[in-house]
């Protein structure tokens, strides 16, 4: 596996393995089988409510801690307040029966910012998290945070996929050494993406699908991916991207397919700001 090095020296995969959408008891099965296909990134979140079973994939592994690289996120509501933040990550860890994570990162920018990120430097500082980030922070608020804070965030996960590439935000980050992770990097199958006809004639002349001419085309620019799956086939195939390479034709053929927006949701936009505020996890 490549690893990219964080700003602290942390050595990161450059591929992992995500679980959000994936309920609580079908999790610990998920995770033991992207161990077995050599998966060593995690990512969970607080708000997945499927920590625990990560937890129990993790523990009867039997994987050394070390060789792993565990990121969970911190919800808006569990921070207000330095405490309250740190309550949050002991939580966390609780239930993923770990002493320390390699990675937390703030799942969105809103709510305590400053707060929640005092504490979690605090935590970074103590040793409890070995890299601390952030996560859906367009340019203006990242910025924002770098400028007026000690610690610059190791990554900030967004929404990259072939129809949202980010390409100006990953310039931006990489100014300021900030690592850009992918979220969605498959949009979640949106717009068709499986059978695009772009993705697809350049995954026939390397005799691979287009999941992996996705994920070769992300890591291939340096972002780190974590896609989902809970289906053993797609999971080996989707580690397996690290025998061939998009030719700059390639790349370029992929960058006309940028729509110039999330196929999700905006952050900046008053509707989600208030929905995602609102969101309660247990
Ligand atoms: P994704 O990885 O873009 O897409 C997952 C979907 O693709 C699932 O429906 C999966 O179905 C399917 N799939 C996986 N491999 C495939 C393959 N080789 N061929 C065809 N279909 C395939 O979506 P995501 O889960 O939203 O994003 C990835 C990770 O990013 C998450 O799990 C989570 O860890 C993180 N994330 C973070 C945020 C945030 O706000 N920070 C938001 C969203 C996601 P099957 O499972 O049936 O294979």
């Known amino acids: 596996m490549q690893n990219v090095t964080l700003n602290n020296g942390v050595e990161m995969p450059i591929l992992g393995f995500g679980v959000y959408q994936i309920p609580p008891e079908q999790t610990e099965r998920a995770v033991t089988d992207a161990l077995a296909a050599g998966y060593r990134l995690l990512d969970t979140a607080a708000a997945y409510e499927n920590e625990e079973a990560v937890g129990r994939a993790i523990k009867s592994s039997g994987i050394p801690r070390e060789e792993l690289f565990v990121t969970t996120k911190l919800w808006v509501q569990d921070a207000p307040g330095e405490e309250n933040t740190e309550r949050a990550f002991a939580a966390s860890l609780r239930r993923l029966g770990l002493d320390y994570l390699d990675l937390y990162l703030m799942h969105q920018p809103y709510g305590d910012v400053y707060g929640q990120w005092r504490a979690m430097q605090h935590l970074y500082r103590e040793g409890r998290a070995k890299a601390i980030g952030v996560s859906n922070f367009y340019p203006d608020r990242l910025l924002d945070l770098v400028l007026n804070n000690d610690i610059t965030p190791a990554v900030n996960q967004v929404e990259t996929h072939?129809?949202?590439?980010?390409?100006?935000?990953?310039?931006?980050?990489?100014?300021?050494?900030?690592?850009?992770?992918?979220?969605?990097?498959?949009?979640?199958?949106?717009?068709?993406?499986?059978?695009?006809?772009?993705?697809?004639?350049?995954?026939?002349?390397?005799?691979?699908?287009?999941?992996?001419?996705?994920?070769?085309?992300?890591?291939?620019?340096?972002?780190?991916?974590?896609?989902?799956?809970?289906?053993?086939?797609?999971?080996?195939?989707?580690?397996?991207?690290?025998?061939?390479?998009?030719?700059?034709?390639?790349?370029?053929?992929?960058?006309?397919?940028n729509t110039g927006g999330s196929l999700f949701f905006d952050h900046r936009d008053p509707e989600m700001v208030g929905w995602l505020s609102k969101r309660r996890v247990a």
């Open 162 to 257: 072939p129809f949202f590439p980010r390409t100006a935000d990953q310039e931006l980050m990489r100014e300021h050494g900030v690592q850009i992770q992918s979220w969605g990097g498959f949009a979640e199958g949106r717009n068709n993406l499986f059978t695009n006809p772009v993705l697809r004639e350049i995954g026939e002349k390397h005799g691979k699908s287009v999941a992996q001419v996705v994920l070769r085309w992300l890591v291939q620019r340096g972002v780190v991916a974590i896609p989902k799956s809970v289906r053993p086939e797609r999971m080996a195939a989707n580690i397996d991207v690290f025998d061939f390479e998009l030719t700059d034709d390639q790349m370029a053929s992929i960058a006309t397919l």
